[in-house]
């Protein structure tokens, strides 16, 4: 990262996570920050990386998507594609909302959602255990997901 956060960066960075789609003018006006340096620091921070995108906060249960789980993987070190390779052909497949690349035990994780069981399974023992480079995987269901206010 190029430059330095100041109180106003992170005021508007901890805004920003609450309430990404307000106008510029409401966040100016609930934070006291002038309206032209609200803009001129959403710029900067985006520039400069802090900010990478604005998104939604979906609730996948009523989506249609009660299920989900955390699946690890063991990477095949004999396999022709590499760790990072192997996660974003992961991260394509559907269903799957993240994929991370770990240390420990385990060579990856990523976060799935499922309709039920049966396409959670489909997405494990149909998709991932087929794909080049996995060698092992241990599906971890989410009683209930929490997070950060």
């Known amino acids: 990262m ?3 956060l100041d109180s106003k960066d992170l005021q508007i960075l901890s805004y920003l996570k609450e309430n990404g789609r307000d106008k510029i003018s409401e966040i100016s006006s609930k934070l006291g920050i002038p309206r032209a340096t609200v803009f001129e620091r959403m710029e900067r921070l985006k520039k400069e990386g ?10 996948y249960e009523k989506l249609g998507y009660p299920i989900m789980a955390y699946v690890l993987i ?3 070190y004999k396999s022709i594609v590499s760790q990072r390779e192997l996660c974003q052909n992961i991260i394509g497949l559907d269903n799957v909302l ?3 690349i770990l ?5 990856l994780m990523i976060l799935a959602v499922a309709r039920d069981m049966k396409e959670l399974s489909e997405l494990v023992l149909g998709k991932l255990k087929g794909m080049e480079g996995i060698s092992k995987t241990l599906s971890v269901p989410v009683f209930d997901h929490i997070k950060s206010p």
């Open 103 to 107: 240390a420990g035990n385990w060579d």
């Open 50 to 59: 802090f900010i990478q995108k604005y998104t939604v906060d979906l609730d």
């Open 74 to 76: 063991e990477y095949d």
């Open 2 to 4: 190029q430059g330095k």
């Open 98 to 100: 993240s994929a991370s």
